[in-house]
């Protein structure tokens, strides 16, 4: 499955899937060093990826710790 887009680019819906540093980023509309300030708090928590990707467990982790991304309207 893929993440959908509106025409803001923003993600409409964000599957539990693997997804690499790249992929958060753009989901999250920041880049990837913004990302790993943000993750560095979680770091033993969420753990290292294995090869490029993160596990879905470790996207749970991710997303329950700073937030699903999206817009308030």
Same mark, same amino acid.
């Given at each position: 499955?893929?993440?959908?887009?509106?025409?803001?680019? =923003? /993600? *409409?819906? +964000?599957?539990?899937?693997?997804?690499?540093?790249? &992929?958060?980023?753009? @989901?999250?509309? $920041?880049?990837?060093? !913004?990302?790993?300030?943000?993750? &560095? /708090? %979680? $770091?033993? &928590? @969420?753990? *290292?990826?294995?090869?490029? %990707?993160? !596990? $879905?467990? =470790? +996207?749970?982790?991710? %997303?329950?710790? @700073? #937030?699903? /991304? #999206? !817009?308030?309207?």
């Amino acid at each position: 499955m893929k993440t959908l887009f509106n025409e803001s680019h =923003q /993600p *409409e819906r +964000v599957f539990i899937k693997p997804y690499s540093s790249k &992929e958060l980023a753009g @989901i999250y509309g $920041v880049g990837k060093k !913004t990302l790993h300030k943000w993750l &560095e /708090p %979680f $770091v033993a &928590e @969420i753990g *290292e990826k294995h090869g490029r %990707f993160y !596990t $879905v467990a =470790q +996207v749970k982790i991710i %997303f329950s710790r @700073i #937030g699903l /991304p #999206g !817009t308030i309207d």
